[in-house]
């Protein structure tokens, strides 16, 4: 079963904070690991990804933290800001190896809410 | 704008017809993607296309739902006979042909059913 488990479902952060959104995988062929951020009534826009030969990959305020060995992966947003309120999932995916490829499996979401 | 497009942005359709949702790729991309998303839950895979050719459709229900990618024009994806179920947010999402990973979103349709 492909499942990626995401936590928590929500989470409210002061401004300046640091919001931690965690996901766990169960198939070890997923090789690609991205997060999406959705604003309501928007589509949801690629903000970093990783691959797992890597442990932690930056992008200006947003970290992305990878276990392989836990098959569990995290995002990190530093110094929150209220425009940093929406939806996060976490998604992953497995080469081509037939039906199922390239497919992204969502976690559920988190909603973020960043408060003054 | 060379992002993806979707039309129409809402659709609202009564239950028994047809509903048919448009999606153009950024341009240079050749991948299609349809994932539906239903209210409070993530997004969900359904089928994934490239021109001409649909490679994988494990997540498309089994009865009333088609989607096609032909030569010119857009993605189509197509329910028949509509239900209140089928109520969410289709979105489309696309990627350049060799890599597969890298899946840029369009705006979705809101589909409701009533």
């Known amino acids: 079963q492909q499942q990626v488990k995401q936590s928590p479902q929500s989470l409210i952060v002061q401004k300046g904070g640091i919001s931690i959104i965690n996901c766990a995988y169960e198939?070890?062929?997923?090789?690609?690991f991205p997060w999406y951020q959705q604003f309501p009534g928007k589509g949801p826009a690629l903000l970093i990804a990783?691959?797992?030969?890597?442990s932690e990959k930056k992008e200006g305020r947003f970290t992305i933290s990878f276990n392989k060995s836990a098959k569990q992966f995290s995002l990190h947003i530093m110094d929150s800001q209220p425009g940093d309120s929406a939806t996060y999932f976490c998604?992953?995916?497995?080469?081509?190896?037939?039906?199922?490829?390239?497919?992204?499996?969502f976690g559920k979401g988190t909603k973020l809410s960043v408060i003054p | 704008n060379a992002g993806v497009m979707q039309n129409p942005r809402h659709l609202v359709r009564r239950r028994g017809q047809e509903a048919r949702l448009r999606c153009s790729p950024m341009k240079g991309h050749s991948h299609v993607y349809w994932y539906r998303q239903l209210p409070e839950e993530g997004l969900k895979f359904m089928v994934y296309?490239?021109?001409?050719?649909?490679?994988?459709e494990s997540g498309m229900p089994k009865e009333r739902f088609s989607a096609e990618f032909p030569k010119e024009g857009p993605s189509i994806l197509r329910i028949q006979q509509v239900v209140r179920g089928d109520s969410a947010a289709y979105f489309c999402?696309?990627?350049?042909?060799?890599?597969?990973?890298?899946?840029?979103f369009g705006p979705g349709t809101r589909l409701t059913v009533t």
């Open positions: 998604a992953a995916s497995m080469p081509y190896s037939g039906a199922g490829s390239y497919q992204l499996t």
């Open positions: 198939n070890t062929a997923f090789d690609y």
């Open positions: 296309l490239q021109k001409e050719n649909i490679i994988d």
């Open positions: 990783i691959r797992p030969d890597v």
């Open positions: 999402a696309s990627s350049l042909g060799s890599s597969g990973y890298e899946q840029y």
